[in-house]
């Protein structure tokens, strides 16, 4: 199946019901008028030379022209390369990376966009979603002009999405998304989150990331419920959205379901029609999914994925999870088949940590990187550079990533034992552990912690939380932070973070 389908499917089956909803500019679309809309944007792009196998790059905002510039880009057989607004410095390199044809961008980007542009012969056309800039054409003049759109390619194996990968491993790399695997992947989402046409998903992700893709936009889509975007989250007047538009689904990342977490203990309630909180862009600590069983009596649902799927690798079950499987994700979704290995590419045994590795509903490879997707292939298997154990359930738990084990007086630290120990303190709001090079200790733990309350002694926080941890806590260092520097899907950027320790700079 393709992923525009899922629009003309639902113009056909419930035109009128509400396909998408932009928050900030209080926007919604019907199926009917987003299948509309689509061919609009399909049209303009065919008439400006876009066909099969082009690259479009969408570098904006979240907002409803994104949503309408990637349905576009898939009804003509064309990739929508998708560029987080957070990267204009680097922009320059991804467009020479996938050299797109044109560049649809939001207004507040025309410098970085017209800078990069400049360096890369394949751009024809620069295309602003707010109005004719110089130039650059307008995006609401061309779809005034309802231009033909040319037939449907209707090949499911060719790639539709280029999904950058996070970069922390090296430059980033477009990760090459094919629409049947990645449409397979999402009816499986919407069937394990038990889906129905009453939901409405609330997304205030990036667009860029792959992950509102595969938990916010395409599995509610497949049901025909109601897809909410979101570009500009505070926790306050998020969680008002979240009430007003009867979401069902919440689509985040830990530190955004922390907000709610915390909005809905000020208020005394939680959105009126939640049922869920599904959770991506990294791990989620332990007593996070605690707290909302405990507290607003709703499951956090966690999901385990790479830009490289178009899916997870795991996702658990929108139930209340007893203590006894709380920190693990949950079971591996039904495209996929996933193992631990070990260094030899061997299956360890139940209960064992080794790298999580797949086959299945994966990428088809790395765009013009035919040697980093042979690596990430080997032996048949897409290894994900996570570390992890599967239980006799077939449970999966990620312990984190390979490159950021520290190695502390000859013992092996999983930094997010420390972390969730920490986070079960009242007082801390997140934390994050990374080691500093030291010549006799290899690594020497720091601890960076968040508050949710003033904490006058973070170092007595290592007594506290000696007997959660199987390691020595004598060496680790505890300081206080006000934010943690973030990448573009959410995640602690803790690369950023153990340079910044290093140079002393926090």
């Not at 994104?66 to 204009?88: D, E, H, Q």
């Amino acid at each position: 199946m393709l992923m525009h389908q899922l629009l003309i499917d639902g113009a056909v089956r419930h035109p009128e019901k509400a396909a998408f909803r932009w928050i900030d500019k209080s926007q919604s679309l019907t199926y009917a008028d987003a299948a509309r809309r689509m061919e609009d944007l399909a049209g303009a792009l065919h008439e400006l030379g876009v066909g099969k196998g082009d690259r479009v790059a969408v570098f904006a905002h979240n907002g409803m022209d994104y949503l309408l510039s990637m349905f576009g880009c898939w009804r003509i057989g064309a990739i929508a390369a998708l560029v987080n607004v957070r990267f204009a410095d680097e922009l320059e390199y991804y467009f020479q990376d996938h050299e797109p044809s044109v560049v649809v961008y939001t207004h507040d980007m025309a410098d970085p966009v017209r800078q990069a542009a400049a360096t890369v012969p394949s751009i024809r056309s620069l295309v602003c979603m707010d109005g004719p800039q110089d130039g650059a054409l307008s995006l609401p003049e061309l779809m005034a002009g309802h231009l033909p759109a040319p037939a449907d390619p209707g090949d499911e194996e060719a790639i539709a999405h280029l999904s950058y990968t996070s970069g922390t491993t090296g430059k980033p790399k477009g990760a090459c998304l094919a629409h049947e695997p990645t449409m397979r992947a999402t009816r499986c989402i919407a069937e394990r989150l038990r889906l129905s046409a009453a939901d409405v998903s609330f997304g205030p992700t990036a667009l860029s990331s792959s992950y509102g893709l595969v938990a916010n936009l395409l599995p509610v889509l497949h049901r025909g419920g109601t897809t909410c975007v979101m570009a500009h989250w505070t926790s306050d007047v998020g969680w008002d959205h979240l009430d007003k538009t009867g979401a069902t689904v919440f689509a985040a990342n830990p530190t955004l379901l922390t907000d709610v977490l915390v909005e809905s203990r000020a208020r005394g309630k939680t959105p009126w029609a939640l049922r869920m909180g599904v959770s991506g862009g990294g791990p989620v600590p332990t007593p996070l999914k605690a707290a909302w069983r405990d507290e607003l009596y709703l499951p956090l649902v966690e999901s385990y994925g790479q830009s490289e799927l178009g899916g997870f690798v795991a996702l658990g079950f929108p139930d209340l999870q007893p203590d006894a499987t709380l920190s693990a994700i949950g079971l591996p979704l039904p495209d996929k088949e996933v193992r631990i290995l070990d260094a030899d590419g061997i299956e360890v045994p139940i209960g064992e940590v080794g790298e999580i590795c797949l086959r299945g509903g994966h990428m088809v490879g790395y765009w013009n990187k035919p040697e980093k997707t042979k690596e990430a292939f080997r032996g048949g298997w897409l290894h994900t550079g996570d570390t992890g154990c599967m239980d006799a359930d077939g449970r999966v738990t990620m312990r984190g990533r390979f490159s950021e084990l520290l190695s502390v007086a000859g013992r092996t630290w999983f930094p997010r034992d420390v972390e969730e120990a920490l986070i079960s303190c009242e007082e801390v709001r997140e934390a994050a552990v990374v080691g500093i090079p030291d010549p006799e200790l290899g690594h020497r733990p720091r601890a960076f912690i968040t508050e949710a309350s003033a904490i006058t002694d973070p170092s007595g926080l290592k007594s506290r939380i000696a007997s959660m941890v199987p390691y020595d806590l004598t060496p680790l260092e505890i300081a206080v932070v006000r934010e943690f520097p973030m990448t573009p899907t959410g995640k602690i950027a803790k690369a950023t973070l153990c340079d910044a320790a290093i140079a002393g700079t926090v």
